[in-house]
């Protein structure tokens, strides 16, 4: 079943270049879209409706894992699983609201007052009658291949289908602190009829219920290509008939402007599935609509187009992990006819903003509300001590000796690294790849006295450090090392100030149970746009109230990377935040 871990192990880190079904079809859609929002981070304010849809898939789930006594009809089953709509809508309303609540940009005259708990009712209702015909072809197919394996007390799977009771499959189960102890059962557990004797209605239920992401489990449950550069995390899987059927959820209808992404989303994840030597080969693929209560069928990939995507989704991934280098141009050159990361789009595409934002149309195009619109146009004056983001030096060469190797191990974003120690003299400097599997052969290096070159500088906890990515090399030393920076010289913080563009705040859990927390927001200095994050102790009251089109000026903030892009980061202790255009007095955190 899709549950898997990363090929190189350890934590189930997010990378940004890493290929996704939503990634694709966004640079299907649009590609600077794409650039803009997956790899440079740029949001936009929040909707509603993007709430909507995690939340009531939750619920959906929640439904779905009950498992009903015995039931005499159809009628009597869907009366049943109503009740728990009823139960599982007005929940999901309230966790609408608490993340409603904690965004900290939501588009203007959005009221949370005007969502209806009915509505939501409606919506998982139409999820249960989609399932329903499930549980009513296999009640006609009298359980399927699987009712007497179920009724002998094993399972036909790998890995089951989630249901309250059972025990949950976590992906990474040794970070688990005291797994084994826990006690999942219920109050009353399912009861199965005797070998041989006709098919219940509560049965019917049990073995249609489809594998989904599992609301106990905190850590990710995706699937991984071999090679890593792939990832997917599916809605549900049908299997009850022994056939495997891809299905995902809209909480919309079948006409939204997004809709044509969902042929290619199947499309991806059946490709993945596939590729990662899952149970069983893909039958077909649905999309499941909310709203109108729709199923949307589409044909598997055959075996030749599984074979043309492996090219097709290799080189899309190879020109994502190509677009765009140290700080990102914005506003971008006019539209050109083809969209691309260095011309703004034409703005059709269905989810553009940014991209198609161009220095032609600053007035109107765009997410930027009225004061930060305003304040692009007249554009930013930076002062001393700061200078612009497109002077921060990305790629330095330089020499030492290989001492020392380690990994893979969780770097500030819990993903999986490689990192070796270099040094050079009395000084030393650690290693570390700039994203999972940037750099693959860091620890191949035949020589110890090496140069690094192509490697981005930085910091994290007030040390040095370089990171490599695709572009880096390590090549043994010769006699000519003129353009090696010395470990003492390199530049690892930066003085800047700029416009605040977007602002984000994420949470979560670790794959341990402990939580993280970090928050983001873009900076424009008039002609480009960097990422500047915070962890932890770091976010305070004041970041926490920043809002687009305000003034900050960063003293002292430490010098990172993601994908290649500058990523600046406020240390605790030695950043120095100032609010030029603000009542509020320079602040150091």
């Known amino acids: 079943m899709p549950v898997g871990v990363p090929p190189k192990g350890g934590p189930l880190g997010r990378s940004r270049s890493r290929l996704s079904a939503s990634g694709l079809t966004t640079y299907l859609r649009c590609p600077r879209q794409w650039y803009l929002t997956r790899k440079v981070g740029l949001s936009s304010p929040s909707s509603i409706g993007q709430i909507t849809g995690l939340v009531i898939e939750d619920a959906l789930c929640r439904v779905l894992m009950h498992r009903?006594?015995?039931?005499?009809?159809?009628?009597?089953?869907?009366?049943?699983?109503?009740?728990?709509?009823?139960?599982e809508a007005k929940k999901a309303w309230e966790e609408g609201e608490e993340a409603w609540n904690a965004r900290l940009w939501k588009r203007d005259n959005s009221d949370w007052s005007t969502v209806e708990v009915s509505d939501y009712e409606s919506k998982i209702r139409n999820g249960i009658d989609l399932f329903l015909e499930e549980v009513v072809a296999c009640y006609n197919q009298n359980g399927g291949p699987y009712l007497e394996t179920y009724r002998s007390d094993s399972i036909p799977f790998r890995i089951p289908s989630p249901a309250w009771g059972n025990e949950p499959h976590f992906p990474v189960p040794e970070k688990i602190r005291s797994l084994q102890a826990r006690d999942w059962s219920v109050d009353h557990a399912f009861q199965w009829?005797?070998?041989?004797?006709?098919?219940?209605?509560?049965?019917?239920?049990?073995?249609?219920?489809?594998?989904?992401?599992?609301?106990?489990?905190?850590?990710?449950?995706?699937?991984?290509?071999?090679?890593?550069?792939?990832?997917?995390?599916?809605?549900?899987?049908?299997?009850?008939?022994?056939?495997?059927?891809?299905?995902?959820?809209?909480?919309?209808?079948?006409?939204?402007?997004?809709?044509?992404?969902?042929?290619?989303?199947?499309?991806?994840?059946?490709?993945?599935w596939s590729r990662t030597n899952e149970e069983g080969v893909v039958q077909s693929m649905e999309g499941w609509y909310l709203s109108s209560k729709e199923r949307i069928e589409y044909n598997a990939p055959s075996n030749e187009e599984l074979t043309l995507m492996d090219e097709e989704f290799f080189q899309i991934n190879e020109t994502m992990r190509s677009m765009g280098e140290g700080a990102s141009k914005l506003p971008a050159k006019p539209f050109s006819g083809t969209a691309d990361h260095n011309h703004a789009c034409d703005g059709e595409s269905a989810g553009c903003g940014w991209c198609g934002v161009s220095s032609e149309n600053l007035d109107t195009a765009g997410p930027m509300n009225e004061k930060t619109r305003a304040a692009?146009?007249?554009?930013?004056?930076?002062?001393?001590?700061?200078?612009?983001?497109?002077?921060?030096?990305?790629?330095?060469?330089?020499?030492?000796?290989?001492?020392?190797?380690?990994g893979p191990l969780p770097n500030h974003f819990n993903e999986p690294v490689l990192g070796a120690m270099l040094k050079a003299g009395e000084a030393t400097i650690a290693i570390e790849e700039a994203e999972p599997g940037a750099f693959p052969s860091l620890h191949d290096a035949n020589e110890t006295k090496v140069v690094i070159r192509n490697a981005l500088p930085g910091v994290w906890r007030d040390q040095p450090r370089l990171y490599v990515d695709a572009h880096s090399s390590i090549e043994a030393q010769s006699m000519d090392l003129t353009n090696s920076i010395r470990i003492g010289l390199l530049r690892t913080r930066a003085n800047v100030e700029g416009l605040v563009l977007s602002i984000r705040q994420q949470s979560g859990i670790r794959l341990d149970g402990r939580p993280w927390s970090m928050l983001a927001f873009h900076l424009w200095d008039g002609s480009h746009a960097v990422e500047v994050v915070a962890f932890g102790s770091a976010i305070n009251e004041r970041l926490l109230g920043l809002q687009p089109g305000e003034r900050i000026r960063l003293i002292g903030a430490e010098l990172g990377w993601r994908a290649g892009l500058v990523q600046l980061r406020i240390d605790v202790r030695k950043t120095r935040i100032e609010f030029p255009s603000s009542t509020f007095p320079s602040k150091t955190i």
């Open 68 to 87: 009903p006594g015995p039931m005499e009809s159809l009628e009597a089953l869907r009366s049943w699983a109503y009740d728990l709509c009823q139960q």
């Open 193 to 272: 009829q005797s070998q041989g004797e006709e098919i219940q209605w509560n049965e019917a239920w049990e073995i249609a219920r489809p594998w989904f992401k599992d609301p106990r489990v905190h850590q990710p449950q995706r699937m991984f290509h071999p090679e890593g550069w792939a990832a997917g995390e599916l809605d549900i899987v049908l299997r009850w008939d022994g056939n495997v059927r891809l299905i995902d959820i809209k909480s919309g209808h079948s006409g939204s402007s997004f809709s044509e992404s969902l042929q290619h989303q199947l499309r991806f994840y059946a490709w993945l």
């Open 376 to 406: 692009m146009i007249q554009g930013v004056n930076i002062q001393a001590p700061c200078s612009p983001f497109s002077e921060i030096p990305s790629r330095v060469d330089v020499s030492g000796e290989l001492i020392a190797q380690w």
